[in-house]
């Protein structure tokens, strides 16, 4: 049971730590060429691989971590400068804000629109690996947007949200007496502005993205959250409409280098030493009726940290893997990614060979990632995408040295089922989607035996994504 209570926003050993090192963090970003605010954001992103004792000598705790933050910060504003070229904001020199809608007037009499529009994955993925200070992307991004100037192919704002999957988001709007299911709940992830650009840009994006969402799903209430360790305030948020529900525990986590990792990363990462001031979470209500029950909340409802910790899925649905509705999704989703499937989406290795309609040679990595999501965000499941071997016990049925797949269950389980949009990729197999208990395709002759496994949230540092990406890119946004 959570108590409703009004949580710190600032560390005062931090914030006395920031300002001591003040005017080293302006002369470093100054010598790298970036702004000041881009630098202290990963100063203080890495502060908490140090203890609180460390805050105690300032000089030698700004040491610790200067390179780390120096190294990130310059790879953002180098991916930042291409991206304003890309984006044309120098047309926004000296606009200091833009109409509700989205029109711009100059004295010179040069007026234009900016164009709402969804993001391409690629271009979104690009935004949330080397642009967003994060440096990491939502494998289950679900829907983006952003703002875009005429003929620019970089959008000027950009938000990102995907489906709710963390219990302690749906703790934190019971404790309201607010109640929603997980698909009526989407979560915005990533937000993004270049620098210069309106002050009131972000907090239009937001509106918009809103709205498209509304038109395209029946979502209730958005949630977001604000940061007050890295010195954010939740004013763009504030402007859309958001309203501060609950305090939540920040997780930092780092690799062997140094370098800040979020926690989905699965690989081995080391965990923060200091502690550190909560998050603050925030809701919007999207229909009417949920914009009238906001209006009325008041007070933080406590997120302990126990709860913040859980990961695994939200009251995950039963899902008969044997039935006729199973078998239809599958085959509609096969026959989905059959029109869209090309050279480009194909593993290198079959680029030169001759390709047939619907071939599913080479796509079987780019359909798992494909078919992995959609189990996260349309079923709430969690799968392992796998890679490795495809072999058959029938005659005149080739195996498949490397072959990807998606399971479902633990790795140890023999009861954990396998799914394989393109089983026909094996040679005399005419299976085209192959589907069920490890042990029975066993019993059947059929043999899959993963080298590797890896959650979805491991994949976009995977070689698979970038053509996953054309893919996606190829089937649309989503409506």
Known sequence: MYITMNAPLADRDIENFIAAIQPHIEEDADTIGVPVRTFEIQ?????????????????????AIRVHAIVRAAEEHQSAREAAYQAHASVLLNVEKVRKDLSLSFSDDYGTTLRF??????????????????????????????LHLPGATMPLTYVAFSRCDRQYVMDALTGHGLAAAPHEILVLTRMHGLAGIPANLMSLTIGRAVRAIKDRSDTRFVITAFNPMLGFD???????????????????????????????????????????????????????????EVATLD???????????????INPPAIDFSSAGWSQWLCEHRALLENHWSGATAHPKYFEIPRG????????GVASVWLARRLRTDLRVEPTYCFGRLSFDAAGVGDVDHHCWVEIGEGNDPRRTVIDLTGDQAE??????????????????????????????ALPTDRVWPRFLDLDDRLGPRR
């Open 299 to 313: 007070g933080l409802v406590e997120i302990p940290p126990e709860v913040h910790s859980r990961v695994d899925p």
């Open 43 to 63: 100063v203080r992103l890495h502060l908490p691989r140090l203890d609180r004792a460390a805050l105690g000598s300032p000089e030698k705790a700004y040491e």
């Open 428 to 457: 005399g197999n005419a299976e085209r989607i192959i589907t069920g208990p490890h042990d029975e395709l066993r019993a059947r002759g059929i043999h899959y035996e993963p080298i590797s496994r890896l959650p979805l949230d």
């Open 357 to 364: 309609e619907a071939d599913p040679r080479g796509q079987c």
């Open 234 to 292: 939740g004013r763009s948020f504030r402007a859309a409409g958001f309203r501060a529900i609950a305090s939540s525990p920040v997780t930092y986590a780092y690799d062997q280098r140094g370098f800040f990792q979020t926690r989905r990363i699965s690989r081995k990462l080391f965990p923060q030493r200091l502690d550190t001031p909560n998050n603050v979470l925030m809701v919007l209500g999207v229909p009417t009726a949920a914009k009238d």
């Open 117 to 146: 529009d969804d993001v391409k994955p690629a271009v979104g993925h690009r935004i949330q690996s080397r642009l967003h200070y994060l440096r990491s992307e939502r494998a289950d991004t679900l829907y983006q947007f952003g």
